[in-house]
C-alpha cells in the first residue's frame, strides 16, 4: 500500500521565506481550515493587476489575513467582500488549490466551482478564470438570484494556481457601496479518466527518462484542451456577440492599445482567446491613449498653462518623485508638476508598468518600494522613508515612529501592516543580494506632443535576479 505525504501550504498556512543568508521567517498565526472566513478587499492596497499582491483581512478571525483567497474553500460559509469603485475599476484575486496534487496522487479527482454573488441590482459583473499561465479556463454564467458561477475544467492536470478577475460588464454601471461575494467550493469523486489523476499516476510510476515524455504529453493535451474550451465559448455565443470580422487577437490587441474603443464583440473575443498577460498590457496602452491623456491635457488647459506647439515630458521614479523635462522653461515645468494630482500620479506609473515588459519579480520589488515610501510620507508627513528602516538578524524592524515599529512587528497586526511588514521584509532580502540600484534607477516617462502621448522607454533596467527553470516548454508562468 503506498503512503503519500503531503504538506498543504498557501492560503492557510502561509509561510514566506525572506532574509536568505540567515534563513529568519514570520509566519501568520495558523487558521483552523473548517472556521467561516470573511475576507475583505482592502481599499488601501491596490489589486487591479493580476501582479498586483493584495493582502485580505479575516473579519471572523481577527489575526489571520492572506493573499489567497483559498482559505475560502474550508467552509461552505466562507467568503470573499469585495468592491468596483467604477466601471473601469478591476479585481484581482489569487486561487491556490494545493490540495489538488495530494488529491490526485491518492487517485481522488477534483472539482472546483467559483461563484460571484450579491451582484448589485442594477448591475452587470463579470467573473473570469485564469490560469497561472494566463490563459482563460473559465467565464462565470448566469445562474440566478443575482450569481454567477464556473467550473473549472477536469481536464486540467498542469496546474493548481489561478487568476479570479471580477469586472463590470462592458463598462456598464457599478454601485461602489455595494459589495459583491466570491465563494469557492469542492467536489470530490474516484473518477480515474480524470487528467490530473492520470498525470499524478505515470509520474509516480515512471522513471526519470519517461518524466519528460509525460511531461511533454500533458502539456501538449492541456493545450489542445484550451483550443477547444475556447472554441465551445466563441461557438455557444449568442449571435449579436460572436465576433466575425478577419483581424486577429494580436491585431485586435494592438488596436486595443492604441486607443481605440473595440465593439463589444471584438472584447469578447479576446478576453475568450487573448492571453491576460498581453490583454492587461494592451489594456493599459489603451487607457494611457484614451483616458489617461486627455485627463492631463484637461488638466493643464484648466491650469491656464501654455504647452502649445511643444514637446515635453514627464518622468516618475519608485519613490514618487516626479521630473518634468522637455524644452518649457522652469516655471512652467514647475506649474505643471503642481497642477497633477496624486491620483492622475498613481495612474501614470500603474499604467506605465502595466503596459511594459519588466519581469514580474522586479514589479513586485518596484511595488514595494513605491508601497512603503508612499505609506511612510502620507503617514508621517514625509519624516521617514525607506531609507530609515533599519531590519535585524531576526527580522525586528526599527528606525520608524515606535508605535509604527510595534505594529509591524506584531503578530495582532492588520492586513495593511502585516502587507507593509512582508514588503519590507521581501525587500531586505532583495537588497541584501542584488543592492537597490535597479530599483533606484527604473523610471516610468512619457513624452507628450501635438500628436499625442506615447510611453517612454528610460534606459535598460531589468531584474538581475534569475527566475527559475519553467517546468513546461510552451506554458510559461505570470505569476
Known amino acids: 500500500m503506498q503512503h503519500y505525504y503531503y504538506q498543504i501550504d498557501g492560503g492557510i498556512s502561509n509561510n514566506r521565506y525572506y532574509v536568505g543568508n540567515t534563513g529568519k521567517y514570520f509566519a501568520s ?102 490560469d497561472t499561465y494566463g490563459n482563460q479556463v473559465g467565464i462565470a454564467k448566469d445562474v440566478g438570484n443575482g450569481r454567477k458561477e464556473v467550473t473549472l475544467p477536469n481536464w486540467d492536470g498542469v496546474t493548481d494556481k489561478y ?162 523635462t522637455g524644452d518649457l522653461e522652469e516655471e512652467t515645468k514647475a506649474k505643471i508638476s503642481g497642477a497633477l494630482s496624486d491620483e492622475m500620479i498613481d495612474k501614470m506609473w500603474d499604467y506605465y508598468v502595466q503596459a511594459s515588459d519588466i519581469p514580474t519579480n522586479l514589479y513586485n520589488y518596484l511595488s514595494y518600494y513605491r508601497d512603503i515610501n508612499q505609506f511612510l510620507l502620507k503617514a508621517t508627513d514625509g519624516e521617514y522613508s525607506w531609507d530609515d528602516i533599519l531590519v535585524d538578524k531576526n527580522g525586528k524592524i526599527s528606525g520608524l515612529p515606535s508605535k509604527m515599529c510595534e505594529l509591524l512587528n506584531s503578530q495582532e497586526a492588520n492586513a495593511r501592516y502585516e502587507q507593509l511588514r512582508d514588503e519590507i521584509l521581501s525587500l531586505t532580502a532583495y537588497m541584501s543580494e542584488w543592492g537597490m540600484q535597479n530599483i533606484l534607477d527604473f523610471r516610468a516617462g512619457y513624452q507628450f506632443s501635438h500628436a499625442g502621448v506615447s510611453r517612454k522607454d528610460i534606459g535598460d533596467v531589468i531584474s538581475p535576479e534569475e527566475k527559475g527553470a519553467q517546468y513546461y516548454d510552451k506554458l510559461r508562468t505570470i505569476i
Open 29 to 130: 498565526p495558523f487558521k483552523d481550515i473548517r472556521e467561516q472566513t470573511i475576507l475583505v478587499e482592502n481599499s488601501e492596497s491596490k489589486n487591479d493587476s493580476y501582479r498586483q499582491k493584495t493582502k485580505y483581512d479575516d473579519t471572523v478571525d481577527q489575526y489571520f489575513s492572506t493573499y489567497d483567497v483559498s482559505a475560502l474553500l474550508g467552509n461552505k460559509d466562507s467568503y470573499l467582500a469585495g468592491r468596483l469603485d467604477s466601471a473601469s475599476d478591476v479585481d484581482y484575486y489569487i486561487f491556490s488549490y494545493a490540495q489538488k496534487t495530494f488529491y490526485s496522487r491518492m487517485g481522488i479527482s477534483t472539482e472546483i466551482t467559483i461563484s460571484l454573488e450579491d451582484i448589485p441590482e442594477g448591475c452587470d459583473y463579470e467573473l473570469t478564470i485564469y
Open 163 to 324: 487568476i479570479i478577475r471580477v469586472e463590470s460588464r462592458d463598462g456598464s454601471p457599478v454601485d461602489s457601496d455595494a459589495s459583491y461575494k466570491i465563494k469557492i467550493s469542492e467536489n470530490k469523486d474516484n473518477e480515474k479518466s480524470n487528467q490530473s489523476v492520470e498525470h499524478a499516476e505515470e509520474m509516480f510510476a515512471a522513471d526519470s527518462e519517461d518524466k519528460t515524455h509525460i511531461k511533454n504529453k500533458y502539456e501538449e493535451n492541456y493545450l489542445a484542451e484550451l483550443e477547444q474550451l475556447h472554441q465551445e465559448q466563441y461557438n455557444s455565443l449568442p449571435e449579436n456577440q460572436r465576433y466575425t470580422g478577419t483581424k486577429t487577437v494580436q491585431e485586435l490587441l494592438d488596436e486595443m492599445a492604441s486607443g481605440r474603443m473595440l465593439s463589444e464583440q471584438e472584447k469578447i473575443y479576446l478576453k475568450i482567446f487573448a492571453n491576460l498577460t498581453d490583454y492587461e498590457k494592451a489594456e493599459a496602452s489603451g487607457k494611457i491613449a484614451s483616458e489617461l491623456y486627455p485627463e492631463i491635457k484637461d488638466c493643464i488647459e484648466k491650469s491656464g498653462i501654455d504647452i502649445e506647439g511643444k514637446e515635453w515630458g514627464i518622468e516618475l521614479d519608485a519613490a514618487g518623485n516626479v521630473v518634468i
